[in-house]
Each structure stands twice: as C-alpha cells, then as structure tokens.
C-alpha cells in the first residue's frame, strides 16, 4: 500500500515439533562460509516505490558508501537513474512521495538520535551547483526536538500536518505545513496531555488521545474549542482510529478492548460515541492475530476496505473486493512460494509495486500493471547473497515454565547434522514485537556459522492475541525469561543442542532479555552479547514521557508503591551483576540513552572487577539502531570472533582494513571505565524521589 510518514503504533503454517534427522552430507558438505559483507551491507537497490501518478520509481540507494535516494522514470532502467539526495554521513532509511507526486519526503537527523525533520526533494530538481544532487528542504525545521508526521491530505497534495515538541518534550503541538513554500501554522496548542492526534483524509483533525486520572486511554473528538469522549479502553489495551468513512461522521478504530482477544476493526458514530455501541467491520477469522499485527488495506481513492492482513506465523490475506483477490491469486500462481507484499500503488490503483520475500530469499521487486496483468521484474535485493546456502526458518512449540505454548522460530544450520548443535537464542525488541517467518539476516548470518538460532515470541510478544500480551504485563526476567530457558531446555532434550554451548544475543529489550539470561539463569549461559541493552528496570520507567509512563507502570512496574520499586529493583541486571559469570560483550550507540550507557558500563566494571571476561564496543556516530554498513560489520566481526571463542561456532579469517580500522576506533579498554558513584548504583536517577512520581 502507499507508504506514509506516519508511523503506526500500527495459507497458515502449521506448526510442527522439530525432530532430529540424520545428516544428510558430512559437517563441511556444501555450506560455504558467506562473507559477512554479504549479510550487512546495504542493498544496492532497496525500497522501490511508483510515482502516485506512475511517471517515476524511487528508490534507495548507496552513494558514497552511504544509502540515499535516487529516482528515474518508470520506463527507464535503474542505470540511468539520478541521485536525488546526497548524505554523506546519516543514510536514508525511508521516504515516501506526496499525495500528487511533486515530492519525495523524508525524514533524516544528522546526529543519530531520534530528532527527525521532514525534508522535501522535488524528483525533476536539478543538482546544485557543486553537488551531485538537488538541495532538500528542511521543511519542519525542529532543531531541539521531535517530529511526528500525522496526514498527508488526499484532497490537498500541498499539505502535510505533523506533531513537534520542542515547546515540551512530554506533548507534541500540531501544526499545517505548506510543501511548497515550507510556511507552518499552528493548528494546536497541545495544553491538554494528548498523547496523539488523528486527521482523516481531508486533512481536518478529527480525534485525539489522553490519558485519564485511571492512566487508562481516552478517545476524544475534537471539537472547535473543546474535546468529547467518544471511546476508552484500558492503558493495557489497545484502540486509535484508523481511517474516517466518507459520510463524514464515522470512524474505523482498530481496538482490543473488553473481553475481546485480538484486533478488530469496528464502526464507531463519532456524533453518538460509544454508548451508542459500534458495529464490527473485521476481525481475524482464525482467531490467531491479535492485538497487533493486523493491517487493514483500503482504497485511497473510493476509502472502501479492500482486504485484510492477519501475520502470525505466516502472512493470511482475506480479500473483500474481489477484482484485488483475483489479482493477487495470480500473482501467486506466478511467484509461487514467497510472502507477497502489495506496496505503494498510483493514484488510480491499477499498477502496483509488488515485494516478494522468503525465510531464504531477502526480497525481489515487481512491477504489476493491473490492467494488463503484466509483471515486470526489477530487482533482487542482495544480489549476491547465495540463496542456495541459506537456512530454513523452522516453525516450533514448546511449554514454558507454567505450561503457557511458546511459539518461536527455529533455524539449523544447512548441511550439518541437528545433533549437539551450539545455540544462539535472539529473543526480540520491544517487548511488544513479534518474529514472523521470512528473511532475517541475524538469524541467516549465526546460522552459516554453525549455530541454531531460536527465536521466541516469548510471553508479552505482539500479534497472538491480548491474553498472550498482557501475561507478559510486570514478568520482565520472571516469566518472560523462563519462555527462552525452556526453549532452550527444549531444544537441549531434543538432542538438537549441546547444554555447554549455548550463547544469547538481543537488541534494545532483547539486550535486557541477554542480561537477564545471564543474570538471573547464570548457568544457562557459556556467552552473551547485549545490544544497547536496558539494565535498570527502575531508568527505563522514569526515562518514559508522561504520555506512555502510566503503560509502563502497568506493564513493567510502578516505583510509586513499595512493591512495584522492589519489582524493578530485583529484577534490573545493573543492580545484581555480582551474579553473572558467563563472558559478555556490551555493544552501545553512544547517541543512544546516556543513562543507559552509564548502566551499562556499571556491569562493564563489575565484570572487570570480578575478572570475568568482558568486552565492550562503544560507536560514536549510532543511536539506538545502528544504520551505517561499516558499523555494522566491525560489530558482527567481533560478535562473531566472541562467540567463535566461547561456543566453538565458524569464524570468518581477516576482514577488510576498513573493517579492522573501525574495529579498534570503536573497541573500548575496560580498564579504562571508572566506578559510578553509589547514588546511581542503587537505581534512583539523581532529582527523582519514586514516591513522588507522577
């Protein structure tokens, strides 16, 4: 579907138990060592997306060993394309064309942090002089702060509104932004703790969300002076409108709330509120997905439904316009096989990138004219990956500790027998993410070194419904933890993996899973590798602006009562790194949360203190998420040596000299680090006192 700046907070496998088989060809057979480089670079064409009036295709690109946008006409081949913007440090992760076609909009930082400006390129711009592209316009121009991107207009292609909170960075204020001029108007003042706004189509604003004295989620409509509550729903719950009915008084909420289990989509009379009930318009028909993923795909132009999309283990699509369905079974008769993913489309609906991906196959681009029903290949991402050497992604089950299923992921390397396998288990972000099947480097990349890679969609996890979410709700490093240890017992009774070699490597909350892993289950583990990793329990709650912290006291703790503070305290790492004794490798973005950095370097000097192996990568130039190729690959090549080290996996000889050169800049001696003083130790930020938190 179209792409939008807008971020939403927004054929079923069956699942079998994985048995051993016997090798098929001798331990080396067949499984040739792939190049990091191959698995971490980028693309060198990525995220095709049609014109919305189909005269051109934009795309991403490198440029100078840094990710940009280039654009060529639809009829032209990517070889004659031209750069149409040229960053040189901070690549470009996304972009999206305005409603008529005139510009291609981005948003970028230039520090690594989160502070994202919307920028405009017109795609018939010229370079400029001493450039190899055109300029782009700073169009928001939010220099101490955040920018959130609420509509792009149907009706009005000029305009453009988006959220900032430099005024207050708990609340974003609204505001009308001209594309063509770059003029902004302030639409709201946001004095009223409204944690999102909405606008339909037309570009009116229509609804907004706060948080009540219960810390539970109020729907509300926006009136000219005022607000009315329209819907509610519990802060462990999920409802946001979704799209607005062209009658011009009803809206789509996508909602979990009461007693049901998974996402709906219903009708809600925005005149009468919810007292007047609401009619359901969709919902999962197997009963799987929920509260989230789900998508609900619409038509621009008419703002009919046109089909649903469930992703738990596989993707499920449930068409209501037929000529779409009849379509899309044809594209399956041609691309047997794949995950097919309708992308942006033109204005008139009737050609269509299409994106075909696999757990082996990291995506290939169509161009699909409706019309004709003429496929017309692109590209393949990663070109030179070899397809043939890469492992299947397995669906497995398994009971936890209290006899809650577990479903997970589950990838052998190829060509070696599943026998006493060394295991890497990469629990997810979020926690409220969710691991489906297809391509995934990370899990590819620990695979062709030897390693079974298990992937939980532990307890908390998003898309298997709210029950499953919600029991994840105050079991960080409790229960939470015991899914991936009885994964890994698991697999360990199956013979599949040796009990002496089991490693665990995660990112963001995964990082805190590591650290808990190691922390709590400290014989479990032989090495860890945390990824800008939370450690405090207690920092990360109190880091939350006030318009998601009430979710947070429900959902990890509240240090406002005695009993919450003790919960958070047990179980952050930073506080009881006394315990661990497997190796561990800490990995930080130094634009990444300083209190975090410093947590982590807390556990950094303990280890060294106690004279258990620790290393420690600290990259300058990254924030939370590391988007430069070269940072990237120093850390998978060290990653890599780690566990080579301590679990007996392959190790790729050598690397680039760039590769070694960055490796050095960015390792960090940790008897270089020096104590943090007691006050932080005991997990109280300096100026919060928990009982007075609000």
């Given at each position: 579907?179209?792409?939008?700046?807008?971020?939403?907070v927004?054929?079923v496998?069956?699942?079998?138990?994985?048995?051993?088989t016997?090798?098929?060809i001798?331990?080396?057979?067949?499984?040739?060592?792939?190049?990091?480089?191959?698995?971490?670079?980028?693309p060198?064409?990525?995220n095709?997306?049609?014109?919305?009036?189909g005269d051109?295709?934009?795309?991403?690109?490198?440029?100078?060993?840094?990710q940009?946008?280039?654009?060529?006409?639809?009829?032209?081949?990517?070889?004659?394309?031209?750069?149409l913007?040229?960053?040189?440090k901070?690549?470009?992760?996304g972009?999206?064309?305005?409603?008529?076609?005139?510009?291609?909009?981005?948003?970028?930082?230039?520090?690594?942090?989160s502070?994202?400006?919307?920028?405009?390129?017109?795609?018939?711009?010229?370079?400029?002089?001493?450039s190899?592209?055109?300029?782009?316009?700073?169009?928001?121009?939010?220099?101490?702060?955040r920018?959130?991107?609420y509509?792009?207009?149907?009706?009005?292609?000029?305009?453009?509104?988006?959220?900032?909170?430099?005024?207050?960075?708990?609340?974003?204020?609204?505001y009308?932004?001209?594309?063509?001029?770059?003029?902004?108007?302030?639409?709201r003042?946001?004095?009223?703790?409204i944690?999102?706004?909405?606008f339909?189509?037309?570009g009116?604003?229509?609804?907004?969300?706060?948080?009540?004295?219960?810390?539970?989620?109020?729907?509300?409509?926006?009136?000219?002076?005022?607000?009315?509550r329209?819907?509610?729903?519990?802060?462990?719950?999920?409802c946001?409108?979704?799209?607005?009915?062209?009658?011009?008084?009803?809206v789509?909420?996508?909602?979990?709330k009461?007693?049901?289990?998974?996402?709906?989509?219903v009708?809600?009379?925005?005149?009468?509120?919810?007292?007047?009930?609401?009619?359901?318009?969709?919902?999962?028909?197997l009963?799987?997905?929920?509260?989230?993923?789900?998508?609900?795909?619409?038509?621009?132009a008419?703002?009919?439904l046109?089909?649903?999309?469930?992703?738990?283990?596989?993707?499920?699509?449930?068409f209501?316009?037929?000529?779409?369905?009849?379509?899309?079974?044809?594209?399956?008769?041609?691309?047997?096989?794949?995950?097919?993913?309708?992308?942006?489309?033109?204005?008139?609906?009737?050609?269509?990138?299409?994106?075909?991906?696999?757990?082996t196959?990291?995506?290939?681009t169509?161009?699909?004219?409706?019309?004709?029903r003429?496929?017309?290949?692109?590209?393949?991402?990663?070109?030179?990956?070899?397809r043939?050497?890469l492992?299947?992604m397995?669906?497995v089950?398994?009971?936890?500790?209290?006899?809650l299923?577990?479903?997970?992921?589950?990838?052998l390397?190829?060509?070696?027998s599943?026998?006493?396998?060394?295991?890497?288990?990469?629990?997810?972000?979020?926690?409220?993410?969710?691991?489906?099947?297809?391509?995934d480097?990370?899990?590819?990349f620990?695979?062709?070194r030897?390693?079974?890679?298990?992937?939980p969609n532990?307890?908390g996890?998003?898309?298997l419904?709210?029950?499953f979410?919600?029991?994840?709700?105050?079991?960080r490093?409790?229960?939470?933890?015991?899914?991936?240890?009885?994964?890994?017992k698991?697999l360990?009774?199956?013979g599949?993996v040796?009990?002496?070699?089991?490693?665990i490597?995660?990112?963001?909350?995964?990082?805190?899973?590591?650290?808990a892993?190691?922390?709590?289950?400290?014989d479990?583990?032989?090495?860890?590798?945390?990824?800008?990793?939370?450690?405090?329990?207690?920092?990360?709650?109190?880091?939350?602006?006030?318009?998601?912290?009430?979710?947070?006291?429900?959902?990890?703790?509240?240090?406002?009562?005695?009993?919450?503070?003790?919960?958070?305290?047990?179980?952050?790492p930073a506080?009881?790194?006394?315990?661990?004794?497997?190796?561990?490798?800490?990995?930080?973005g130094?634009?990444?949360?300083?209190?975090?950095r410093?947590d982590?370097?807390?556990?950094?000097v303990?280890?060294?203190?106690?004279?258990?192996?620790v290393?420690?990568?600290?990259?300058p130039d990254?924030?939370?998420?590391?988007a430069?190729?070269?940072?990237?690959?120093?850390?998978?090549?060290?990653?890599?040596?780690?566990f080579?080290?301590?679990?007996?996996?392959?190790n790729?000889?050598?690397?680039?000299?760039?590769?070694v050169a960055?490796?050095?800049?960015?390792?960090?001696?940790?008897?270089?680090?020096?104590?943090?003083?007691?006050s932080?130790?005991?997990?109280?930020?300096?100026?919060?006192?928990?009982?007075?938190?609000?």
């Open positions: 579907m179209r792409h939008s700046l807008v971020a939403i927004c054929a496998a069956v699942a079998a138990v994985l048995t051993p016997p090798p098929s001798g331990a080396q057979g067949a499984r040739p060592l792939i190049d990091r480089e191959a698995f971490f670079r980028d060198e064409i990525n095709a997306q049609i014109s919305p009036r051109f295709v934009a795309f991403l690109k490198p440029w100078r060993g840094v940009n946008i280039w654009v060529k006409k639809t009829t032209e081949s990517f070889q004659s394309a031209k750069l913007t040229a960053e040189t901070w690549p470009v992760w972009f999206t064309w305005s409603q008529d076609g005139e510009y291609v909009l981005y948003q970028q930082n230039h520090d690594g942090d502070s994202l400006n919307v920028f405009a390129v017109a795609p018939s711009a010229t370079a400029a002089s001493g190899d592209a055109p300029d782009s316009r700073n169009l928001t121009q939010v220099h101490s702060g920018v959130q991107v509509e792009a207009p149907w009706n009005d292609p000029d305009v453009l509104y988006f959220g900032a909170n430099d005024r207050d960075a708990n609340w974003f204020d609204v009308e932004l001209k594309l063509s001029t770059g003029e902004k108007t302030l639409v003042k946001n004095v009223d703790r944690f999102g706004w909405s339909d189509s037309a009116r604003l229509r609804m907004a969300g706060r948080i009540d004295a219960n810390g539970d989620r109020e729907l509300l409509r926006v009136d000219q002076h005022s607000f009315t329209v819907y509610s729903c519990k802060v462990t719950e999920n946001w409108p979704y799209r607005y009915l062209n009658d011009g008084r009803s789509y909420l996508w909602t979990s009461g007693d049901r289990d998974q996402i709906e989509l009708r809600l009379d925005l005149d009468r509120g919810e007292s007047a009930g609401t009619e359901l318009v969709a919902r999962d028909p009963n799987r997905a929920g509260p989230v993923p789900a998508n609900f795909i619409f038509s621009d008419k703002g009919e046109l089909a649903t999309e469930y992703t738990d283990e596989r993707q499920r699509y449930y209501i316009d037929k000529r779409l369905e009849s379509d899309y079974r044809w594209l399956q008769k041609q691309l047997p096989g794949k995950e097919i993913a309708l992308d942006t489309r033109t204005n008139d609906e009737q050609v269509w990138m299409v994106n075909v991906s696999g757990d196959e990291p995506g290939g169509y161009l699909f004219d409706r019309r004709s003429k496929l017309t290949f692109q590209y393949r991402i990663l070109e030179d990956l070899p043939a050497a492992a299947e397995k669906s089950h398994y009971p936890s500790s209290d006899g299923d577990i479903p997970a992921f589950l990838t390397p190829k060509g070696v599943p026998r006493s396998l060394p295991l890497v288990v990469m629990p997810h972000g979020g926690p409220w993410g969710h691991v489906a099947w297809g391509y480097e990370w899990a590819q620990f695979a062709n030897g390693y079974a890679v298990l992937e532990f307890r996890s998003a898309g419904g709210k029950a979410e919600n029991a994840g709700d105050r079991e490093g409790r229960k939470m933890q015991d899914d991936l240890t009885w994964g890994v698991y360990i009774g199956l599949t040796d009990p002496k070699r089991v490693g490597f995660g990112l963001s909350y995964g990082g805190y899973a590591v650290l892993g190691v922390t709590f289950t400290p479990l583990y032989a090495a860890a590798v945390d990824f800008n990793a939370t450690s405090n329990l207690l920092h990360l709650v109190q880091g939350q602006p006030m318009g998601s912290i009430e979710e947070y006291y429900a959902r990890v703790g509240d240090p406002r009562t005695a009993e919450g503070l003790d919960l958070l305290k047990e179980y952050s506080l009881h790194s006394d315990k661990i004794k497997a190796p561990l490798m800490v990995i930080q130094a634009n990444d949360s300083a209190q975090q410093s982590a370097e807390q556990i950094i303990s280890l060294r203190d106690r004279g258990v192996p290393k420690y990568l600290l990259v990254e924030g939370h998420v590391f430069q190729p070269l940072n990237k690959i120093a850390m998978f090549t060290a990653v890599e040596q780690f080579a080290k301590y679990l007996g996996g392959r790729q000889a050598g690397a680039s000299p760039e590769v960055r490796l050095k800049e960015i390792t960090v001696d940790p008897q270089t680090l020096h104590e943090e003083p007691s932080t130790k005991i997990g109280i930020l300096p100026g919060h006192d928990p009982s007075n938190l609000k």
